[in-house]
């Protein structure tokens, strides 16, 4: 094995030493090139994949898991600000499973499990905290299940009730949300937080819901007038009415006196009032059915007098005063009718919903070198019938023809002719870079195809020089043999035979390895110089 070896390391030291000075090079830069690899691929392969093996761990957890770890000489990382502990992935299982049996994590930052160690000792004060704790720890984790959300921290302020109070004190509830790097919430997402957290709570008013991010910028707040994510919403509506209305009108202008000669502005003013009209309507007509009628008669008969009979007022005294009058006999009769007639009537309900136009003011200003043979009035025309303006509810359309400054256009275009210059030149230097490195490796490549082919050809030269040389001296051998004398002949023939083996074994190892014996032999030469 060691002359294996020897043989083998001579071999290659010879056939380096017959390089050229930039075969030199080449080969020692394509060796260092390949282990390079080699190392990079192998280092590659080692790098086990890591997994989470937990994660959001308290740091109390943390420090247990990373020390059992470090004791059963498992590999890890620390991700997540120090709450997720990686493992390579083949290992998450087994490793989860074994820390499961240690008993770790042992602690819980929040969540039902904090109620299931509640005994008949438990006192009302310290159940009130815990309860309060795993709502805190229920809903973390419920936010955190909302897309870009990756730590939500929630504190819930509960009141106690009183029993015999008429108003109790409202729960209030913050919320700090930290979402994932280049990522921002939503308003709808906000709202979603919100009104997670108000529905979890008995009583509790999405208004006394606070969101703020890890930035300390505040998403909603309590009681905002008109603000948080309610204005938020507004907002977008308005300026989505107004991008609309910009749109349309910006593509008719660009239509009539070309694209960048104008500019455009709608302002529009929305009716968020939520409003709802009840109107009742009666029937005046006659014709109405009655519902009931009712019908009284009352009849009286007097007493019969007798002529010259008293008859008078009673007075202050008793007495009764003499009339004059003729006496009657005090009969009568009385009929009451009662009827209750139905009224038609008719009771309208109207609700307006929240986002009506209550006004909108449009500008338009036109390049005055590009339209000046465009009439503002027609163009104000225009304005108006696109989008509906109506001068009844205060709607304003103001068209001017105004010179415009085009320097920052120019100053644009020219940038983007300088960016493209660039570019192009760039792209050329790299096509330039990349035929030179094209061409470098060609002309490797041919000179390492002529080195192999002079090698090849001086290996099969001296491979039969070799056997000229030995084919020549069997014969100048052999033409001896018959000149000798018999006494000589002996001796010759034993010497002969000694030589002629060491031929044959030396033919044999050229029938063999010629190409072995090539590289001996030039190595030979390549020596007798020296």
Known sequence: MKDTITRLTGKL?????????????????????????????????????????????????????????????????????????????????????????????????????????????TSEDQWQTDFKRAMEG???????????????????????????????????????????????????????V????????????PENVTVADSTGRVLTAPDSAGGGAAATTRNEQVKAVQDELNGRLQRMLDQVVGAGNSTVQVTVDLDFDKTVTETTEYDEEGNAVPFST???????????????????????????????????????EKEQVTQD??????????????GAIESQHVGVVLDGEAAGNVDPNEIRGLVAATIGIDKARGDTVKVSSLPFNRSAEDAAAAELEAAAKADAASARMDLIRKAGL????????????????????????????????LRADQARNTAALETTTPAALALEQAELDEAGQMRHELNALIERQPEDVAELLRGWLVERPS
């Open 13 to 121: 030291r010879q056939s380096f030493a017959a390089f050229t000075t930039g075969q030199k090079v080449v080969a020692v830069l394509g060796t260092l090139a390949l282990l390079l690899g080699g190392f990079m691929v192998f280092r590659w392969a080692s790098t086990p994949s890591y997994a989470p093996l937990f994660s959001n761990l308290s740091s109390t957890d943390a420090s247990a898991v990373v020390e059992q770890l470090e004791s059963q000489g498992v590999p890890y990382e620390i991700a997540g600000g120090g709450g997720t502990v990686m493992v390579p992935r083949d290992q998450v299982y087994e490793t989860r499973i074994e820390l499961s049996g240690e008993g770790l994590p042992t602690s819980s930052e929040g969540g039902y499990s904090l109620l299931d160690d509640q005994g008949l000792s």
């Open 138 to 192: 229920e809903l973390s984790t419920t936010i955190e299940g909302i897309d870009d959300v990756q730590t939500a921290v929630v504190h819930l302020a509960l009141p106690e009730k009183e029993v015999f109070a008429d108003e109790q004190e409202p729960s209030t509830a913050s919320v700090l949300l930290q979402t994932s790097p280049g990522n921002s919430l939503e308003s709808s997402q906000v709202q979603a």
């Open 194 to 205: 919100v009104h997670l957290v108000a529905s979890s709570i008995d009583g509790m008013d």
């Open 294 to 332: 009712a019908t009284s008669t009352e009849s009286y008969n007097g007493v019969d007098g007798a002529p010259g009979a008293a008859g008078g007022v009673v007075g202050p005294d008793g007495q009764t005063e003499e009339t004059g009058a003729a006496a009657t006999d005090g009969s009568y």
């Open 341 to 354: 007639n139905a009224v038609g009537s008719r009771v309208e309900r109207r609700e307006t919903a929240p």
């Open 438 to 469: 094209a061409v470098l490796v060609l002309l490797l490549l041919l000179l390492a195809w002529v080195t192999a082919r002079r090698r090849n050809k001086a290996r099969q030269e001296a491979t039969s020089y070799l056997v000229e040389q």
